[in-house]
């Protein structure tokens, strides 16, 4: 079998991927390898035709190829060599990674670093146990995304979208633009899990109602499907009954959430939080396995392009500095969520960290005029007052490296919302 | 496409299946026909894939017969048709004395019929045994040849056989009546014309009845018993090594908790009788119902990985037992009639039985030559690193992974398309390669496998289905914006 060796080899080649690649290289990493599973690189993004990416990395507004074309070109300018259509079926401890294409086989390829950058996956209906038939015409929102803007077809004409996630309003859009009838959105939390901005543009302009606190208690049709009824629920998410509203559609499209596709890092034996389905990792995004690291939505499941690339570009030049042996693995300060937090990355900071570290994570619920705190024992490090937090923006924060002065390791870094007047 | 056969058999499930792969072997023309678009569509597909011993069956009826017969079938023809089985044993538990009269009965029945190897254990040895039982569950009859089998890739295997050996099939086919002609072979009316045979073979399931009485003035009565399952995703490490049952009932076996052939874990089934038969629909309260039980066996069960659920519906003739053989005053028809559990364990036993009457009656004499089965190839996911660099290098669709989830290759989903009973829409190619069989649900896979579907078939993509009939998955082009007409 076919024995190779790079320095860095990169799993995916969506925008994570490619901005780790990018980094990596232009720190000054010669041997470089990116496997990308489909035809060409550019990852979701290339089914994302709507606008709204790069607000911030690039201060314009492009549409998901765009902003893939410029990493894109980027890492062609760098000569890094990016393998599409090459799958990868396992990733070893000591960083083997077994691929497969039509082209070249099987491979085996010893990597220096591996960075995971496989992004996520959406939730099925069998993640929610929704009852009904199981007909044809339901589809995750990404799935009918495909459909109509790779492919050029139609999945249905009449639709119900379950989920606030941002494809799922996406979409709503996407579909009535193209001349179907989106009848609801519907959301079992109180609030969207998506942005404030695609509720607007996707819902509100096109006056597709929105129903917060309400689910989708039956699915009908035999074939295709034919209609489904949606329950308001009760704080504790329960179906109230009486409140059923039937609506004829053909399509159902789920927006239930996203799940970071982490077969390869959990056969590598890298340590995955409960908290973000992600890596457990440093602030060099290396995770429980040495030399093997990870960004992107693989991590944890992102509101903004603009977050994943920056993250992996931290990831790309923190995996250059490895395979060049810069930085020695020391003692860490553990991380941990606190009240109304979920899922902060990275889960541990090397103690007296030379760079900022950025501290990322999601809300666990809306809270109005209130502050971001971030603690060690009795020591404040950081508090920042927000007009709102919301699930479906990420919060982040820079910790300049002086703040960490004096811990020690022996207490965690707490973070938690302390909530304000409302 | 001729609608005159020697032999009709009206079912496509693993009996039927099973049946015209044992008539294969004669120089009669077969058909088989079913409602639905491929074969194993009804409780053949959602059932709880066990290979019972049989220790539940009443000695002497015909249950107890076939199944321990049909047992001790399974592990040679899955090994002869390439199809997953395994023998991982089971424990009926019991929580009372009540209970442990009930699994003395089980344990007396399983002896009369012949059943090796039970016992009655205590706490201690089924916890050793099973470490995430309710540890509330007092004893538990132990029974080592209990077995779990993919009961769909068995009836795609067997159906796969008898078309090599001459037996066709066809689908969409709903059987409208039944009459005689003057010259004594039988008419069948059908959705798709009519259809002329010598020999009828009943094996259509929760319909078996209703056909039965157009034939004989003996009635029979089939309740449709609805089942409802979860099914987990392949956790790192099995929960449970063996299917766990509770005491049965009058409804049935109970909910069981079970590994499956693929790694997952199969919770269920309800039981509840609907008028419908076509009515596969779960519903909260059946699912509910499921859950309820499944804690008994299992406090430490979480649903965070399920990925599906579904129901099948079991056809229960009212007196109890299975109805196996000629139908009384019709001279020429045959039937498998009231198939419920046992009835997967018991099918290979009941089609050779049955075979073994249909030919001496009606003086079938064996086929010259038979074609040996064709076993499809292993799949990729299974293969060592050696045998995947082979394939690839024989076969460079090997190298394309379309299900990511379940590592399913091009190739495979080819080879699927092109088995004898040929996959045509996505559930057929799903069952048959387990494409979309993961914790994705197709949501990655299913535009990929509709694409080669069309290029392999030439059907168009706008008329590719999920599993068949109108069931289709798009409704238009971008550029015609047009509403689709629905193709019944």
Redesign the interface.
């Known amino acids: 079998m076919i024995r190779e060796h790079v320095d860095i080899l990169i799993i995916g080649a969506g925008p994570a991927g490619l901005a780790a690649a990018i980094a990596a290289r232009e720190d000054g990493i010669d041997s470089i390898l990116v496997l990308e599973r489909e035809a060409m690189p550019g990852g979701i993004l290339r089914q994302c035709i709507h606008n709204g990416f790069g607000l911030h990395r690039f201060k314009e507004e492009l549409t998901g190829p765009e902003y893939a074309q410029r990493d894109i070109d980027r890492a062609l300018e760098l000569k890094i060599p990016i393998e599409c259509s090459t799958t990868v079926l396992s990733v070893s401890k000591d960083r083997v990674v077994t691929c497969i294409s039509r082209e070249k086989g099987l491979r085996l390829i010893e990597a220096g670093a591996v960075i995971l950058a496989m992004g996520c996956r959406e939730r099925p209906r069998g993640a929610l146990c929704t009852p009904g038939t199981r007909c044809a015409g339901i589809y995750s929102a990404g799935t009918a995304q495909r459909f109509v803007n790779l492919e050029g077809f139609m999945p249905g004409q009449r639709v119900v979208i379950l989920g606030s996630g941002d494809i799922g309003l996406i979409m709503a859009r996407r579909m009535t633009l193209q001349g179907a009838k989106v009848l609801a959105c519907v959301e079992i939390m109180p609030f969207s899990s998506g942005l404030n901005r695609n509720i607007v543009q996707c819902l509100q302009d096109y006056d597709i109602p929105l129903y917060l606190s309400h689910t989708v208690t039956d699915i009908q049709g035999r074939e295709r499907l034919e209609s489904v009824t949606v329950s308001k629920v009760d704080e504790r998410r329960r179906p109230i009954p009486g409140t059923e509203m039937v609506f004829e559609c053909d399509t159902l499209l789920l927006s239930v959430g996203l799940i970071p596709e982490n077969e390869l890092s959990e056969g590598a034996g890298v340590v995955i939080s409960p908290a973000t389905s992600g890596a457990v990792v440093t602030d060099s995004f290396e995770t429980s396995v040495p030399g093997i690291f990870a960004c992107g939505n693989v991590l944890h499941v992102h509101d903004l392009v603009d977050h994943v690339s920056n993250e992996s570009f931290r990831a790309g030049h923190a995996a250059a500095s490895y395979v060049r042996s810069e930085k020695k693995p020391g003692l860490m300060l553990k991380v941990e969520d606190g009240a109304g937090v979920r899922g902060v990355v990275p889960q541990l900071i090397r103690l007296a960290p030379q760079e900022p570290v950025t501290l990322m994570f999601r809300p666990s619920g809306v809270f109005r005029n209130a502050s971001a705190v971030i603690s060690c024992g009795d020591k404040e490090l950081m508090r920042r007052k927000a007009m709102i937090f919301t699930p479906g923006e990420m919060a982040a924060y820079s910790l300049k490296p002086e703040l960490f002065a004096g811990l020690d390791g022996s207490l965690p870094l707490t973070v938690r919302i302390e909530k304000g007047d409302e | 496409m001729t609608n005159v056969t020697d032999i009709l058999i009206i079912g496509g499930g693993v009996i039927g299946c099973a049946l015209a792969r044992e008539l294969s072997r004669f120089s009669a023309s077969v058909l088989l026909v079913d409602r639905a678009w491929d074969v194993a569509e009804g409780a053949s597909k959602a059932n709880s894939g066990i290979v019972h011993a049989g220790y539940d069956a009443v000695p002497g009826s015909l249950k107890a017969k076939y199944n321990v017969e049909g047992a001790q079938l399974y592990p040679s023809l899955c090994e002869e048709l390439s199809v997953p089985y395994r023998q991982c044993g089971a424990l009926v538990v019991g929580f009372s004395e009540e209970d442990r009269d009930t699994l003395e009965d089980l344990l007396s029945r399983g002896e009369a019929n012949g059943v090796p190897g039970l016992r009655i254990i205590g706490r201690d040895e089924m916890l050793a045994l099973e470490p995430q039982l309710n540890p509330d569950a007092c004893f538990a009859l132990l029974v080592p040849t209990s077995g779990i089998v993919s009961p769909y890739e068995l009836t795609f295997a067997l159906a796969d056989d008898a078309a090599l050996n001459g037996v066709s099939f066809r689908f969409g086919v709903d059987v409208h009546s039944v009459s005689r002609e003057s010259d004594g072979r039988f008419l069948v009316s059908t959705s798709q014309g009519d259809l002329f045979c010598r020999i009828l073979v009943n094996c259509a399931g929760s319909s078996s009845a209703a056909l039965h009485n157009q034939l004989s003035s003996v009635k029979y009565s089939i309740t449709h018993r609805r089942g409802q399952y979860?099914?987990l995703d392949r956790p790192?490490a099995l929960p449970f090594e063996r299917t766990i049952f509770q005491c049965p009932s009058r409804m049935g076996k109970g909910v069981l908790v079970s590994p499956t052939v693929h790694g997952n874990v199969l919770l269920g089934p309800s039981a509840e009788d609907i008028d419908d038969p076509?009515n596969?629909?779960?519903?909260?309260e059946?699912?509910d119902s499921v859950m309820e039980k499944v804690r008994l066996t299992w406090p430490g069960v979480s649903?965070r990985t399920?990925?599906?659920?579904?129901s099948g519906v079991r056809a229960h003739e009212d007196s109890g037992d299975f109805v196996i053989g000629a139908v009384e005053g019709c001279p020429g028809a045959y039937e498998a009639l009231g198939i419920e559990s046992p009835g997967l364990s018991s099918a290979p036993a009941i089609a050779r039985a049955l075979c073994a009457q249909i030919s001496e009656e009606q003086a079938l004499t064996p086929s010259p030559e038979t074609v040996p089965y064709r076993k499809p190839a292993v799949p990729f996911r299974e293969m060592t690193?050696e045998e995947?660099?082979k394939a690839?290098?024989e076969n460079?669709?090997?190298?394309?992974?379309i299900c990511?989830?379940e590592?399913v290759t091009e190739a495979e989903i080819v080879q699927a398309i092109h088995r004898p009973v040929p996959a045509l829409h996505i559930d057929a190619v799903k069952r048959r390669t387990r494409a979309g069989m993961g914790?994705?649900?197709?949501?990655?896979c299913?535009?990929r496998v509709a694409?080669i579907i069309s290029r392999e078939t030439g059907i168009p993509?706008?008329e590719i289905?999920?599993?068949?009939?109108?069931?289709?998955?798009?409704?238009?082009?971008?550029?015609e914006?047009a509403?689709r007409k629905?193709r019944t």
């Open positions: 979860y099914l790192a076509l596969t629909e779960t519903t909260q059946g699912l649903l399920n990925i599906t659920n579904f690193p995947q660099e690839l290098r460079p669709l090997y190298g394309n992974v990511r989830c590592v914790r994705c649900q197709g949501g990655f299913s535009p694409s993509l706008l289905t999920k599993n068949g009939g109108s069931s289709y998955l798009l409704t238009g082009t971008l550029s914006r509403e629905d």
